[in-house]
């Protein structure tokens, strides 16, 4: 890692896989942004968490379909913590819905969350770590981006465009010292997923061969590992986590 203590930006970590993301990079001497759209409720109390480790931690509110209110979060971080070394694209958005009939507002927000969220994040941050020579960016995707899936056609294609977006930019900025990963996770139990019929989920479960669902926690773990400077021949990398679903 860089000298200077390392900042990490995490979206969308009020919550789920991007709470447990911003508590593990916590737990390994990360100061943490926790980024949030609308539940300030679960940000302050995932920074209470991550002080309670001994970070430095703030709640940053953000959107990361509005490029202004990107640019006011890493303002904040940058003044309140310091530039952002670390960035880990969570924030996502999914509804599911067959194709013949599904609503392009709906496509829209999913495209705009999920994938132009992502990358207007990733260009926000490179300045700072092309100028460190010293970076690392973790997109959250999905194992739908690899396999597909019934009614999630908006879902997987704006995964599949994280993936490829990702090993783009692990092409382009690689030979500065920044590392760019994407990592798939299977099915995970969050607030996000708690809408899913009970009759997917159990398809789901008899296709999963270790029988049992993911947690956040082991999403996270991975994620904290791409973020360190062990992980620095890793690039351009995805990293599926789905207990062998895709397999």
């Known amino acids: 890692m860089p ?11 009020a919550k789920g896989i991007g709470r447990a993301s911003a508590l593990a990079l916590a737990r390994a001497g990360f100061a943490v942004s926790v980024g949030y759209r609308s539940d300030a409720d679960g940000a302050e109390e995932a920074v209470a968490k991550a002080r309670a480790e001994g970070a430095e931690a703030i709640p940053v509110p953000m959107d990361v379909r509005d490029e202004a209110s990107i640019e006011d979060a890493f ?7 310091g530039p952002v070394r670390v ?4 924030a996502g958005f999914t509804k599911d819905g067959l194709a013949i009939r599904y609503p392009m507002p709906t496509w829209d927000a999913t495209l705009s969350t999920n994938l132009t969220g992502a990358f207007l994040c990733v260009r926000r941050a490179l300045p700072a770590m092309l100028k460190a020579r010293w970076g690392r960016i973790v997109n959250v995707a999905s194992v739908a981006a690899l396999m597909g899936n019934p009614g999630q056609a908006a879902y997987a294609a704006s995964k599949a465009g994280m993936v490829g977006m990702t090993k783009s930019l692990a ?11 994407a990592v798939c996770p299977g099915f995970v139990e969050t607030a996000m997923t708690s809408g899913t019929p009970e009759d997917l989920k159990r398809r789901y479960l008899e296709m999963t061969p270790m029988r049992r669902f993911g947690t956040p926690e082991e999403i996270a773990a991975v994620i904290a590992f ?3 400077s062990e992980a620095s021949y890793v690039n351009g990398a995805v990293i599926v986590v789905d207990g062998g679903l895709s397999a």
Not at 75 to 81: F, N, P, S, V
Not at 172 to 181: D, F, K, L, M, W
Request: zero cysteines.
């Open 3 to 13: 000298e200077e203590r390392t900042v990490a930006l995490v979206t969308g970590a």
């Open 75 to 81: 303002g904040r971080t940058e003044a309140e913590l």
């Open 87 to 90: 960035l880990v694209n969570n």
């Open 171 to 181: 092409r382009e900025v690689g030979g500065r010292g920044i590392t760019v990963n």
């Open 226 to 228: 791409l973020a360190r």
